[in-house]
């Protein structure tokens, strides 16, 4: 038992990424207003999952599709790819297709003109985040809470989180 304390940041972290099931997640996003519908396989669930917590912050904030600002785009872009990647972790998906494919799929929703360009640039940054401690783990953190735990104050904490991050806070 005091052995657990002597490990490693990253065994923490992938111990975190093994307690919830696709049904678990459905229900966090049902929960929020949004259902992703039949999948033809873990990925396509993994890409609809990670897609649809950007859906989750801009319904929030009222942000009207195809409306939003550059910075809420890139912004929600990076919440795509955290959500990507720990879906991904929690059922054995793809991290670069269900990442990559959410967050173009996001961006075009959104009309954003050059989307790949923009993916790259999003990725660049998302993997500049991961790479650094605090960021990185406030992201999956408030990520894995909002999809593992129900309430108004996990969708409340990870919203704050996005404005820190949109208004360059964190």
């Not at 801009?58 to 939003?68: C, M, Q, R, V, Y």
């Not at 003109?113 to 993997?127: K, M």
Request: hydrophobic share 40%; proline share 0%.
């Amino acid at each position: 038992m005091i052995f657990g304390l002597f490990k490693s940041k990253k065994q923490r972290a992938m111990e975190m990424f093994n307690r919830i099931s696709e049904d678990t997640i459905r229900d966090a996003l049902k929960e929020r207003g949004i259902e992703i519908g039949e999948c033809d396989d873990v990925n396509d669930f993994c890409v609809k999952s990670a897609k649809s917590i950007a859906r989750i912050i801009f319904n929030h904030l009222g942000i009207e599709s195809g409306k939003a600002s550059k910075d809420d785009i890139f912004t929600a872009g990076l919440f795509v790819l955290g959500a990507g990647n720990y879906v991904t972790h929690m059922m054995g998906g793809n991290f670069e297709i269900a990442s990559g494919a959410g967050v173009l799929m996001f961006y075009d929703e959104e009309e954003v003109d050059n989307s790949g360009d923009l993916t790259a640039e999003t990725l660049d940054v998302y993997n500049s985040m991961m790479g650094k401690n605090r960021e990185g783990v406030l992201l999956m953190s408030t990520i894995s809470i909002f999809f593992e735990k129900s309430g108004k104050q996990h969708l409340d904490d990870l919203i704050g989180f996005y404005k820190l991050v949109r208004d360059g806070s964190a």
